[in-house]
């Protein structure tokens, strides 16, 4: 966990909010676990709902209604909102179905993870994911978006 701590902090510094939903505060509790972590983590957000998340991360509300809050695009949106939310220079979001959703024809577990990096001049560079977890348990799931999330955090800040 220290790595994060030193990709963060560089150079250049740099300071890390969170957005999740299907892992619901599990990256928040290893951002938490690192010894520093004040220094570059401004903080995060569980938003289970699209109330929530078009709220407090401005996710497009028709797109994401459209989707059921799951796809490559909300987990960018809820990245940058992320950022926006708490005014820091990488956002990490996660977003998808812990268990099987037989309304949204949803067979398997799946999720999707977002990470957004705000660059010099303000703009936005966003990257996602897909993570599919056929025959998972919802706390399985929980733990393998949250390790997807995690390496794609690293490789991309670093």
């Known amino acids: 966990m220290s790595a994060l701590k030193d990709l963060i902090l560089g150079p250049p510094r740099r300071t890390l909010a969170l957005a999740e939903s299907v892992t ?3 990256l928040q509790l290893r951002v938490g676990r690192i010894s520093g972590a004040s220094a570059f983590f401004l903080g995060g957000i569980t938003a289970y709902s699209l109330e929530q998340k078009v709220r407090h991360l401005g996710v497009d509300r028709a797109a994401a209604a459209a989707v059921n809050c799951v796809s490559a695009a909300v ?3 809820m990245a940058r909102g992320a950022c926006a939310l708490f005014g820091s220079d990488i956002g990490l979001a996660t977003t998808g179905y812990a268990e099987p959703n037989p309304e949204w024809k949803i067979a398997a577990p799946l999720a999707w993870w977002g990470v957004a990096r705000r660059g010099a001049a303000g703009a936005f560079a966003v990257h996602s994911g897909r993570v599919d977890c056929p025959g998972a348990s919802r ?4 733990d393998a978006v949250a390790d997807a999330a995690w390496a794609a955090l690293l ?3 670093g």
């Open 24 to 26: 619901c505060g599990a």
């Open 75 to 77: 987990a960018e949106q």
């Open 139 to 142: 706390a399985e799931v929980q």
């Open 155 to 157: 490789k991309w800040v």
